[in-house]
């Protein structure tokens, strides 16, 4: 049976919670704006996000050999892991090579994919330049750069891959979906 004591503890503690909920849980502290930007990586197929530096195929190579070869073989052949080059005009035939080269539709995918999530125990530990620098690579190995062409924020959404208007919309009703 309640007291009037009792009552009036009750809906103290209910004020109290009611309050402490519209506050949120307290749980855990703001994140700074520095932690927001270190997750907020997204690059956008026409480059929107990419970072300053730059990257050379040469300077890729070395990396490469470092911190890539021993999944991905030499020259992005494959074994034991993703094959990254060739498979060229493969893809219509009845053994279609799925790598960068012959099927993602943005080199911009590319520098956001390695950055994230490349080298595999070790995601997101190269610095910008080195990212260019493989991405170069890379995209040299494909036949779709120069030996001589640097990447940057202004000329990697400017390549274009040679399977990039081979996809189709799943709802071209809606092209921004
Ligand atoms: C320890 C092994 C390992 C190392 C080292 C490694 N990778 Fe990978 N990589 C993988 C695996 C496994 C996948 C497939 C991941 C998946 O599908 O989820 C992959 C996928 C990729 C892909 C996507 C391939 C595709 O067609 O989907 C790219 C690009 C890539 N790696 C680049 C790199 C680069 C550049 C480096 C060096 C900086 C690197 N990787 C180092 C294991 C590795």
Not at 59 to 69: P, S, T
Not at 115 to 131: E, H
Request: hydrophobic share 40%; net charge negative; proline share 7%.
């Amino acid at each position: 049976m309640f007291t009037r004591k009792s009552l009036w503890l009750c809906s103290l503690f209910s004020a109290a919670f009611v309050s402490a909920a519209q506050e949120g849980p307290g749980l855990g502290v703001q994140a700074t704006p520095a932690q927001i930007a270190a997750w907020d990586i997204s690059i956008a197929p026409d480059g929107e996000g990419l970072p300053a530096g730059s990257g050379t195929v040469v300077d890729g190579e070395v990396l490469y050999l470092a911190q890539c070869v021993a999944c991905h073989g030499f020259e992005g052949s494959g074994n034991p892991n993703n094959q990254l080059v060739g498979g060229h005009g493969s893809l219509s035939g009845p053994r279609p090579v799925k790598t960068v080269g012959s099927y993602w539709p943005y080199a911009t995918t590319v520098f956001d994919y390695t950055r994230r999530a490349m080298p595999y125990a070790y995601s997101n530990s190269l610095t910008d330049d080195q990212v260019y620098s493989v991405t170069a690579y890379l995209l040299f190995l494909n036949g779709i750069i120069d030996k001589e062409d640097v990447m940057d924020a202004n000329t990697l959404p400017q390549v274009e891959m040679p399977n990039r208007d081979n996809f189709v919309l799943a709802y071209p009703e809606n092209p921004d979906w």
